[in-house]
Nanobody, 115 residues
Framework: QVQLVETGGGLVQPGGSLRLSCRAT????????MTWYRQAPSASRELVAA???????TYADSVKGRFTISRDSAGDTTYLQMSNLKPEDTAVYYC?????????WGRGTQVTVSG
């Protein structure tokens, strides 16, 4: 079992920055990929960024050059540094963990870009 808790969301003006954190507890060593998703009102959940155990990263085209995914050396906290935020980045951001035989979701953290 893995538990995921996201923090760091909030209200920010366009052009501003936020850093989201996702702390994983439990059987963390079995996680091979961590992913940030987001879901805007009346929209489907979409992949934002992912980082694999070896460090390979993947980004949605809409966030390339603005968002950076990373993790700490212990491997239990994954970050999403978001810069030059736009109103269309407004969404609930969810953390997701992949294991070979299971997947886990956090409860999400709200990011609102308005000003």
């Amino acid at each position: 079992q893995v538990q995921l808790v996201e923090t760091g969301g909030g209200l920010v003006q366009p052009g501003g920055s936020l850093r989201l954190s996702c702390r994983a507890t439990g059987y963390v060593s079995a996680i091979y990929k961590m992913t940030w998703y987001r879901q805007a009102p009346s929209a489907s959940r979409e992949l934002v960024a992912a980082i694999a155990r070896g460090g390979t990263t993947t980004y949605a085209d809409s966030v390339k050059g603005r968002f950076t995914i990373s993790r700490d050396s212990a491997g239990d906290t994954t970050y999403l540094q978001m810069s030059n935020l736009k109103p269309e980045d407004t969404a609930v951001y969810y953390c997701h963990a992949d294991q070979l035989d299971a997947q886990y979701w956090g409860r999400g953290t709200q990011v609102t870009v308005s000003g």
